[in-house]
């Protein structure tokens, strides 16, 4: 006699067909998973991975998990309710530098020191740090200025004939912004 399994709507499915499918559906989950960890997920085991992710608009940029930002201040200190909207790009308890992904200058990565101890990843001895309203990688909405100072873009590579990046790489600088 054949067993047979009742799906979710109450139609009854043969055990083989209903074991190959569940095979089918864990095996493409997992398959998703390892997409979502290696495109999208930054932080290792062992702390923070800085990379590096192409734009049409800017150029090359920096992410960590999603885009990073440098800031220019203002006379309004970044505190709290700042930290909150513009997270520190920081290294976890133990970790002493963030790790080098694709395409970045090892030699510009660095920390500063922050409250309680902690370590801020820094580029070109400028701290970075994350905008709460960018949810993916490569996502760029925190170009800006506010109270607490001008919000840029780190760009390693300025984009051929695109749009003018907020902050660059090169020496001098380019299009007004911060050069590193």
Known sequence: MEHRMKSLYGHRIPRGKAAATGLTVGALLATMGVVAASGADSHTSTGVAISTL????????????????????????????????????????GVTKATVGHG???????????????????????????????????????????????????????AAGGGTPTTTTTAGGGGGGIGF
């Open 54 to 93: 192409k734009t049409s608009t800017y150029g090359t940029i920096l992410v960590s998990r999603t885009t990073v930002y440098t800031l220019k201040p203002s006379k309004v200190a970044c505190a709290a309710s700042c930290l909150k909207a513009w997270p520190e790009v920081l290294l976890p308890t």
């Open 104 to 158: 970045v200058n090892a030699a510009k990565l660095g920390t500063v020191k922050r409250a309680g101890g902690r370590l801020q990843v820094t580029y070109g001895g400028k701290a970075i740090y994350w905008f709460s309203k960018d949810t993916t990688p490569g996502q760029i909405k925190g170009v800006l200025s506010d109270k607490w100072g001008k919000w840029s873009v780190v760009v390693t590579i300025k």
